[in-house]
């Protein structure tokens, strides 16, 4: 009898490595899936809020017609950058570190312009009228 238990027992302990092997493989799978594929909800609000800062400092006449120009054709390369990252249906950690850095350039770009002193005289005289 002691020679038909030990099948029985190897079996079972067979199936129970077996399914911590697959349970194991299909959480490591399942892991890397969702550490590869990185969320752009905080990259699409910072571009938002940059956006506003341009226009809010254009109306000021803190911008130039060159600058403003400068500024959208910046974020606008922002966005290419975004969409390409996007396009394969997952953006990587190395894609949002790039995307983060050109917001940060960027960020530093808008902030250099509107306190360049450079005026848009007409712009700024209409907006202290409204």
Same mark, same amino acid.
């Given at each position: 009898?002691t020679g ?8 079972t302990?067979m ?27 905080q990259?699409?609000?910072n ?9 809010? *400092?254009?109306?000021? !006449?803190?911008? &130039?017609? @060159? =600058?403003?120009?400068? %500024?959208?054709?910046? /974020? ?8 390409? *990252?996007?396009?394969? !249906?997952?953006? &990587?950690? @190395? =894609?949002?570190r790039? %995307?983060?850095?050109? /917001?940060?350039?960027?960020r530093e ?8 002193g450079?005026?848009?005289w007409?712009?700024?005289f ?5």
């Open positions: 009898m038909d238990a030990q099948p029985q027992e190897r079996d302990s199936k129970a490595i077996n399914t911590t092997v697959i349970i194991a493989t299909l959480t490591l799978v399942a892991s890397t899936g969702f550490a590869a594929a990185h969320s752009t909800k990259i699409d609000r571009q938002a809020l940059q956006f506003e800062r341009i226009e809010d *400092a254009r109306l000021r !006449g803190d911008l &130039t017609k @060159r =600058e403003y120009r400068q %500024l959208l054709e910046e /974020q606008n390369r922002i966005a290419d950058l975004e969409r390409a *990252a996007k396009a394969d !249906g997952r953006v &990587t950690s @190395r =894609e949002v790039e %995307l983060k850095s050109a /917001q940060s350039e960027a770009n808008i902030s250099n312009e509107e306190q360049d450079q005026k848009a007409l712009r700024r209409l907006y202290k009228t409204r």
